[in-house]
């Protein structure tokens, strides 16, 4: 796979590098103009059952705007539907030579295909065609991600971003590499942004109770992750992460241990999003013998005033 | 003087005759006689009636004569020898004589058909000479045999004229000498005198006769005395006495008073005769000044004119032209109301045109013609006195005279002119002016129709073609106008009017030409120049952009004139009429209709170069209304329907422009690659080649661009290279692999180095997906290229291939060749470092342990070795810093010192040893093992931050997970940071859906 991807890399190299680079005169961009105005990203994360059907019927339908066949694009893009995803792509770019949207949805089929060198080169088509849409520079920082060309990512991210700030998962990625580089602040700041834009983001969510994590925050973290977990019961990294953070920042073994044992219920149910990588029972077993330890203290530091609550 | 006196002579036999007829049958046959001589009047007119009317008289009489001499032969025979015998022979002589007459009249109409079949025998046997010469006989037996005959002198005389009636003037004259010399008191005598005159003047004895004449001069009374001065005048002028002779016919005149006055017999007034040969022998005599004066003096109270016009007349038979100028004149002068004047204008006209002075000859034409017009004063006067002597009207003699003349003058002087147009311009300029003095008075004739045209075409040829028109145009519309004339003319006024218009024409000028033409084309339904004319009417409207006017007419000419040189040019008239109103369909279409109809080959062509630059002006014209689509299909349309027109490039050019300014890239980049198809030579060819790469490259139709791209290499063969270079790539990156594995092959055969290794690493990517040896071939080319980094990271795959194949050694061979070379990627360097260790790792492991109990040490150390050459590798490999390559490096460099761990635990207690020994022993390997123990912790726990660090996930985090859990060693509870892969962004236009 890795030498794939670099000779793949030679190969655009040298696309990118002589007169192969897609070719687009100022008239093109200008012209452009009326196909990126009101035009706003969605994330394609958000589920659409409908999206198959209308990525079929919306291929069956003659001369439809270029707006609507955006429509039918994005359907045929949520449905994964590589195929379907370029005959649309191609009828959209010869409809509407001057919109980006036509080599903008190629460069995703291909990036379906894995075809990460094709992906790149319809991308940079579109980008000629209008090079201040954030949309289509995110999408050539993925293709970079995709091709290993981490440096020209974040920039790229960085660029999409300054174009169009409502890129919730770029501001993710970027406060996630800043995570890793130990920047926690610069990373709580981009998880922000992200949650601003959309306040459901479960990347950012995870994101940012991860940062909460590392600073020993545990309410901050856990009420992030509860986010998570209610906005997505499946996702197993916030389970774990949640379990985790009773039992090592908490030290409330005891819901530490019922985090667990859902998360084991869960997986026997198969009701999680992915494998756990934590020997479950062995934490269960450990748990349930320091829960039985020390059981009396965790009686003893119940709160009355929440009992008189609760008597309210 | 003869026939006068051989009448007299007649009338006295004839009376005698008809009164011996007379008394024979007038009494009963008086009514039916006059039936029969009223049917035998003749009647004027009808020649045919009176010929035979004649012949019925002349035999009527004929047989009376016959009967008289039947008559009279039997009365000489009954009164033979009496007294009355004498007077008989002569009666029966003057019937001989009469009767030589009749047959006279017959031998003249031997010629006659009517009266040789009505009387063939009395045609055949008639001789006037037999009963002239029976006469003369008769008359020659009564002077033999009567000598004393009472009436012998007259015997004598018309024997002589007898004789001299048959050339017999010796023997005549003879005998009128003896009348003169015996019978000297017979009242013949003057007549011999006369007759001897005559004889010897018809000799041109003029001098012997003249003593003859003027011996009449003794007789006053005689009849002949006048004749007698009269001839004598004539002798004297012939015997070169013109003066003498002039006095003898004023003795005539003078004598003709007399007789006159007298009232004596008016035949002897030969005052007539006289004046008109006294102006014979003036003209020799006197000056032409005082000729007036004289002849009134001569005339008297006789009309002088007619005299004058003699002597006129004779100046100018001797070309005395001035002196007849002079004497007519005078006459004018004189008498200007003479009812002569117009006469002698008219014989002034004649006398200037033979004195060559035609400006003369036109001014008086022009004077007669004032004189003729009806309002004249002469004119008034003369019509006074035609009425008081019931007259016809002297203007109808005064315009007869008017009109011959100069008629005949302007047709001759025409026909001079005629001859010689270039030097003969007086002639022209006189024959017009005598032209225009005739039709000012001339009649709706057939003949003034002529003239008029003849005027007409005087005109038009000194290019007075207005005038000519005018002319033409009262010729064509006059009532006795017919046939060629009346077409001719017709087409003249048409033509002059054309010409004198040239080539503005006013609205009056025009209106003009419509009526000229209407009235032709009227007339001349079938004229020869119906074409011509209306041809000209609709060039007319052109001319004055009245297109719509025109237009109509040029195609109908256009149509049924197509082989005719109008019709031709009526065709091109619409057609340009269609260019200037930019109906370019209709020229289209109608340049189309030309070329089906057929012409020659030259015509055709230039047809089809207008029907095809209309056709194309018709669509640029859809272009400029923006009817953007139309324009396109009917550009393409063009260039099918016309694939050899010069404009076919150019149109379909203009297409695919069209289809770019709508900014169909689709079709345009269709149309470019059609435009190439079409037009190979252009030189727009590779132009249009490139926008059609351009339009598909930039639609992301890669494949379809390359296809240009490739076709463009092949004509640009400068750039070649270039272009297939970029071709292959464009199917690359649309998975054409089969084509761009042809291209790339090329490509790799270039000769150029650089070029030659990129198409190497293109067919790599190609070769990396499709089944067979292509992939491992190519590895091969790029690995001995030569070409790093390229060849390098090849030679590194390759290594790593072998190393797989369990071809260890070779394996270990090769990656030190790649770690050796210089210029070598870093990441293939250290690949290639770490297929090294792996193999001295193989070693390390396969290395037994299991020894005898004094060879312990050495294979422990061999083992060592093994392991620190292995540990060597792995750690240069880790050094060049490649992530994956640094952790699976660490990783494996922790599993070498576990794996040696193991060994030593596991490692077989050497045979020999009793069980404390060995105890001892298995005590002393596990203590050995401890810090290598040690060692493979610190190294797993290195490859784990190592991981984290490099944020490594995935199989081998979990693989360096399972090695520290079985070290019993406690795994981090750090996560590696996880970056989730961004997800995808698409774009929604709020509110609008599928």
């Known amino acids: ?312 | 003087m003869s026939i006068r006196r051989s009448s007299v002579i007649a009338g006295v036999a004839f009376a005698v005759g008809v009164a011996a007829l007379g008394g024979v049958s007038a009494a009963a046959k008086t009514t039916k006689a006059k039936s029969e001589l009223e049917s035998l009047r003749l009647k004027a007119g009808d020649e045919g009636t009176n010929e035979v009317k004649a012949l019925k008289t002349e035999m009527l009489v004929s047989s009376s004569e016959v009967k008289a001499i039947e008559q009279v032969k039997k009365l000489i025979r009954k009164y033979q020898g009496t007294n009355m015998e004498p007077d008989l022979q002569f009666r029966l002589a003057e019937l001989y004589m009469r009767r030589a007459k009749t047959a006279r009249f017959f031998e003249i109409n031997r010629e006659s058909e009517t009266i040789v079949h009505l009387a063939p025998q009395l045609i055949q046997k008639a001789s006037s000479r037999k009963l002239v010469e029976d006469a003369i006989a008769t008359y020659d037996a009564i002077l033999k045999r009567y000598p004393k005959f009472k009436d012998l002198d007259l015997v004598i005389f018309n024997n002589a004229f007898a004789r001299q009636s048959l050339g017999q003037e010796r023997e005549a004259e003879r005998l009128y000498w003896s009348l003169v010399q015996n019978f000297r008191n017979s009242p013949l005598v003057p007549d011999c005198h006369l007759a001897i005159g005559e004889i010897n003047f018809d000799r041109a004895n003029f001098s012997f006769a003249l003593e003859h004449f003027n011996s009449i001069r003794k007789y006053p009374d005689s009849k002949v005395y006048p004749y007698g001065l009269y001839k004598a005048a004539w002798s004297h002028y012939n015997l070169h006495d013109p003066e003498s002779g002039l006095k003898k016919l004023e003795e005539v005149v003078a004598y003709g008073k007399y007789v006159a006055e007298k009232k004596v017999e008016a035949r002897l007034d030969l005052r007539k005769e006289a004046l008109g040969d006294m102006t014979i022998f003036y003209e020799d005599v006197y000056p032409a000044k005082d000729a007036f004066t004289y002849f009134k003096r001569q005339a008297g109270d006789l009309d002088v004119g007619p005299t004058i016009l003699r002597l006129a007349k004779i100046y100018e038979r001797h070309s005395r032209y001035n002196e007849r100028q002079v004497v007519l004149n005078e006459f004018i002068k004189n008498i200007p109301d003479s009812p002569h004047i117009a006469e002698v204008e008219n014989e002034l006209i004649w006398n200037f045109d033979a004195m060559k002075r035609k400006d003369l000859a036109v001014a008086e034409m022009q004077k007669l013609s004032e004189l003729c017009r009806d309002s004249s004063s002469w004119i008034k006067t003369q019509r006074q006195l035609a009425k008081e002597t019931k007259a016809a009207d002297p203007r109808s003699a005064c315009v007869g005279m008017l009109n011959d003349s100069s008629l005949k003058l302007a047709g001759r002087w025409l026909k001079v002119w005629k001859k010689n147009p270039a030097i003969a311009v007086e002639f022209a300029d006189a024959a017009e002016k005598a032209f225009a003095v005739y039709l000012v008075e001339a009649a709706d004739s057939t003949e003034a129709g002529e003239a008029r045209f003849a005027y007409a075409e005087l005109l038009f040829q000194r290019q007075k073609y207005r005038r000519a028109s005018d002319e033409y145009a009262k010729v064509s519309s006059g009532k006795t106008t017919t046939g060629t004339i009346k077409h001719d003319a017709g087409y003249g006024a048409v033509v002059s009017l054309e010409k004198a218009v040239g080539d503005k024409w006013s609205d009056s000028d025009e209106k003009s030409f419509h009526q000229l033409a209407a009235a032709y084309v009227t007339a001349n339904p079938k004229g020869q120049y119906r074409l011509d004319v209306e041809f000209k009417m609709a060039l007319i409207a052109y001319e004055k952009s009245r297109y719509e006017e025109a237009a109509p007419t040029f195609i109908r000419l256009g149509r049924d004139y197509a082989k005719t040189e109008k019709g031709l040019r009526s065709q091109d008239l619409y057609l340009d009429i269609l260019n200037l109103k930019k109906d370019y369909k209709g020229l289209r279409d109608y340049s189309k209709e030309l070329i089906r109809a057929g012409s020659d080959t030259q015509r055709l062509a230039k047809l089809q170069k207008i029907h095809e630059q209309a056709y194309f002006l018709q669509v640029q014209s859809l272009e400029e209304a923006k009817q953007y689509d139309q324009a396109i299909v009917q550009y393409k349309e063009f260039a099918q329907a016309n694939p050899k027109s010069e404009l076919a490039e150019k149109a379909w050019w203009n297409a695919l422009q069209l289809h770019y300014k709508q900014l169909d890239y689709a079709a345009g980049a269709v149309a470019a690659v059609e435009f190439y198809e079409r037009f190979p030579t252009s030189k727009n060819g590779q132009d249009a080649l490139l926008r059609a790469a351009q339009s598909y490259e930039s639609m992301g139709q890669l494949d379809r661009a390359a296809d240009v791209l490739d076709r463009i290499a092949k004509i640009d063969t400068k750039n070649s290279l270039k272009w297939w270079s970029l071709a292959a790539d464009f199917y690359i990156l649309s998975g054409q692999t089969a084509k761009a594995r042809k291209t790339l092959a090329e490509l790799k055969k270039s000769g150029d180095a650089k070029l030659s290794a990129q198409a190497l690493d293109k067919l790599l990517l190609v070769e990396r997906n499709s089944s067979g040896s292509g992939y491992h071939e190519v590895l091969q080319m790029i690995a001995t290229s030569g070409v790093q980094p390229q060849a390098s990271l090849a030679r590194v795959e390759l290594v790593e291939e072998m190393f797989k194949a369990g071809q260890t050694s070779e394996a270990f061979n090769e990656a030190k060749k790649v770690v050796g070379m210089s210029e070598g990627s870093p990441f293939a360097k250290s690949r290639a470092r770490m297929i090294q260790a792996r193999v001295l790792e193989d070693e390390f492991v396969k290395q037994s342990v299991k020894s005898r109990a004094d060879k312990v040490a050495t294979v422990l150390a061999i083992k060592t070795e093994k392991l620190e050459k292995a540990q060597q590798a792995y750690q240069q490999a880790i050094k060049y810093g490649d992530p994956k390559v640094t952790v699976d490096g660490l990783r494996r460099l922790a599993g070498c010192y576990a794996h040696y761990v193991d060994a030593l635990k596991t490692m077989p207690i050497p045979s020999g040893l009793s069980a404390e020994d060995g105890t001892a022993f298995r005590e002393e390997l596990s203590r050995l093992s401890i810090p290598l123990e040690e060692k493979a912790i610190e190294t797993l726990q290195q490859a784990y931050k190592a991981s984290m660090k490099l944020r490594i996930e995935g199989p081998s985090l979990v693989e360096i997970k399972r090695e520290l859990r079985k070290f019993n060693m406690p795994v981090p509870q750090d996560e590696v940071v996880h970056v989730d892969e961004p997800g995808l962004v698409l774009p929604a236009v709020p509110g609008v859906g599928t």
């Not at chain 1, 949805?105 to 954030?134: F, H, Q, T």
């Not at chain 1, 050539?140 to 700030?165: E, M, T, V, Y």
């Not at chain 1, 995570?179 to 940012?208: I, N, S």
């Not at chain 1, 600073?215 to 499946?234: G, I, R, T, Y």
């Open chain 1, 1 to 312: 796979m890795k030498s794939k991807i670099i000779i793949l890399s030679l190969t655009t190299a040298s696309l990118w590098g002589c007169a192969s680079q897609p070719m687009a005169s100022t008239s093109d961009v200008k012209e452009a103009r009326p196909y990126t105005d009101g035009v706003v990203g969605v994330s394609a994360k958000s589920a659409d059952a409908a999206a198959k059907s209308d990525c079929s019927r919306g291929l069956l339908q003659k001369g439809l705007t270029w707006k609507r066949q955006l429509g039918v694009a994005n359907a045929c893009a949520r449905a994964g539907q590589a195929a379907n995803l370029e005959t649309i792509s191609n009828r959209l770019a010869q409809t509407d030579h001057l919109a980006p949207w036509g080599p903008y949805y190629l460069s995703v089929a291909a990036e379906m295909r894995k075809d990460y060198g094709r992906a790149m080169w319809m991308i940079e088509l579109a980008l000629k065609k209008a090079p201040k849409s954030g949309i289509l520079t995110y999408q050539q920082a993925r293709i970079q991600w995709l091709l290993r060309d981490q440096a020209g990512a974040i920039k790229s991210f960085n660029r999409a971003l300054d174009l169009d700030p409502n890129l919730a998962d770029a501001h993710v990625l970027l406060g996630q590499l800043a995570m890793a580089d130990g920047k926690m602040d610069e990373a709580g700041v981009r998880f922000q942004k992200a949650l601003a834009v959309d306040p459901r983001h479960t990347g950012a969510l995870l994101a940012l109770a991860e940062v909460h994590i590392k600073k020993n925050e545990s309410k901050a973290a856990l009420d992030l992750l509860s986010q998570v977990v209610f906005l997505s019961p499946a996702n197993t990294r916030a389970r774990v992460r949640q379990a985790h953070v009773y039992e090592a920042l908490e030290k409330n073994l005891s819901e530490a241990l019922t985090a667990y044992r859902r998360i084991k219920n869960l997986d026997r149910d198969h009701k999680l999003d992915a494998p756990v990588e934590i020997d479950l029972d062995a934490k269960i077993q450990a748990l349930e013998v320091a829960v039985k330890g020390a059981a009396p203290n965790s009686v003893t530091l119940r709160d009355p005033a929440i009992e008189k609550k609760v008597a309210k």
